[in-house]
């Protein structure tokens, strides 16, 4: 049974720092880009960030550049978010996502259920 489960979301003034956890499991993590996902309240999906299978690549979208790191650790199919810096626009649910791209150009995706991420004084 593929599942990725999020952690590590919560309540956090300005300028405070959370980690976020996603574990994977039913599927082959290793061959797999990771994604974080965020949705604020009454928005879309907005995608964070990525790193690739074996983590030398990372990317972001600029209004997280230098505040967040992605980062992964294969041998315990698990993708860390680290949020510094935060600011109330970073408030939304986070989503782990898992992306792969078959020899045919299928694409193969799961997600999680999300962490809720609130910054606020």
């Known amino acids: 049974q593929v599942q990725l489960v999020e952690s590590g979301g919560g309540l956090v003034q300005p300028g405070g720092s959370l980690r976020l956890s996603c574990v994977a499991s039913?599927?082959?993590?290793?061959?797999?880009?990771m994604h974080w996902v965020r949705q604020a309240p009454g928005k879309g999906l907005e995608w964070v960030s990525q790193?690739?299978?074996?983590?030398?690549?990372?990317n972001y979208r600029d209004a997280v550049k230098d505040r967040f790191t992605l980062s992964r650790d294969n041998a315990k199919n698990t993708v860390y978010l680290q949020m510094n810096s935060l600011k109330p626009e970073d408030t939304a649910v986070y989503y782990c996502?898992?992306?792969?791209?078959?020899?045919?150009?299928?694409?193969?995706?799961?997600w999680g259920r999300g962490t809720q991420v609130t910054v606020s004084s």
């Open positions: 996502n898992a992306h792969y791209t078959t020899n045919r150009g299928s694409v193969v995706e799961h």
């Open positions: 039913g599927f082959t993590f290793s061959n797999y880009w």
């Open positions: 790193i690739s299978p074996g983590g030398d690549r990372t």
